[in-house]
């Protein structure tokens, strides 16, 4: 099957999330389901949601978002339970093209992000940005609004790095309801960030995509790995000589059990995942 166009992810938009599931390609990858889609379906798709006011979720998956996931079941779960899951690792894409999907290719979230902001200033689709540092909000919007003039940004704002209470996680929800925004960018880090919109999508009549270090990307604070590397799989590589303290753990943890049991899949069709 090939990967929906712009058009037919448009016409789905409005559909329950598992006939908008029918509408495009994918395969379980160590136990999650990865849809096989590019960057015009894909911001067809969640611009689309976002003219109705029911709560959906699209998370952008990488080794990371794998491995955690294939570590704890719920997290599995709930990520199984997103509208839309977008394979952003190259090594996802290169399973997904050996699991049958020959056509398939990365949908980035720094890159999604863009197309999104770009797609929001032309229809007038009002957004926001939850997540990150007061440093990266404070240099991301000026910075998409200057690439984007048109981009109307209504809710900003960076939550505090620690658990927060229900009261102070109710008066976010209720700001965040307030502004009107329409899509909502949540920057707040795997698998975090997963967790939060999955247990936020009833509270939040929008569409939420889980973006990471776009934020960061975005506003100027860390370098992006350049596009060959992107292309050869190497952004990791980049990304630690980066930040060695931050990710050695990360990627020495994720990075080798990932290639062994994806291995182990490819050989055993019938392994889907974790018992």
């Known amino acids: 099957m090939r990967p929906a166009g712009p058009d037919s992810a448009m016409a789905a938009a409005s559909a329950r999330p598992s006939e908008v599931d029918e509408a495009r390609a994918s395969r379980d990858i ?29 998370c952008i998956a990488n080794v990371h978002t794998t491995m ?14 997103a509208d839309l899951v977008t ?10 093209r050996k699991l049958g999907v020959r056509e398939a290719s990365r949908v980035y979230g ?37 690439r984007f003039p048109d981009l109307r940004v ?19 929800v209720e700001r965040i309801r307030a502004s009107g925004a329409r899509l909502l960018f949540v920057g707040l880090g795997c698998p975090k960030q997963e967790r939060w919109m999955a247990t936020h999508r009833q509270r939040l009549p929008l569409v939420q995509i889980g973006v990471g270090a776009a ?19 190497l952004e990791w590589a980049f990304r630690l000589a980066m930040e060695p303290r931050r990710l050695a753990g990360r990627y020495s ?3 080798p059990r990932f290639v062994w049991q994806l291995l182990r899949q490819l050989r055993r069709p019938e392994h889907l995942g974790p018992t």
């Open 87 to 96: 394979p952003d690792g190259m090594p996802l894409v290169w399973a997904l």
């Open 30 to 58: 160590l136990g999650i389901r990865v849809d096989a889609t590019d960057y015009a379906a894909a911001t067809a798709c969640i611009v689309g949601w976002s003219r109705n006011e029911v709560g959906r979720w699209v």
């Open 154 to 172: 209504v809710f900003a704002e960076s939550p505090p790095f620690r658990p927060l209470t229900a009261e102070e996680d109710e008066r976010a």
């Open 253 to 255: 943890r994720h990075n």
């Open 68 to 81: 955690e996931a294939w570590d704890d079941p719920g997290f599995r779960h709930q990520v199984n339970q």
């Open 215 to 233: 934020f960061d990307f975005h506003a100027g604070l860390v370098r992006q790995a350049p596009p060959a590397l992107q292309r050869m799989g």
């Open 110 to 146: 720094p890159t999604l992000t863009l197309h999104l902001c770009e797609r929001a200033a032309r229809d007038g689709v009002p957004v926001g940005f939850y997540g990150g540092s007061a440093e990266a909000i404070g240099r991301l919007v000026p910075n998409l609004v200057a």
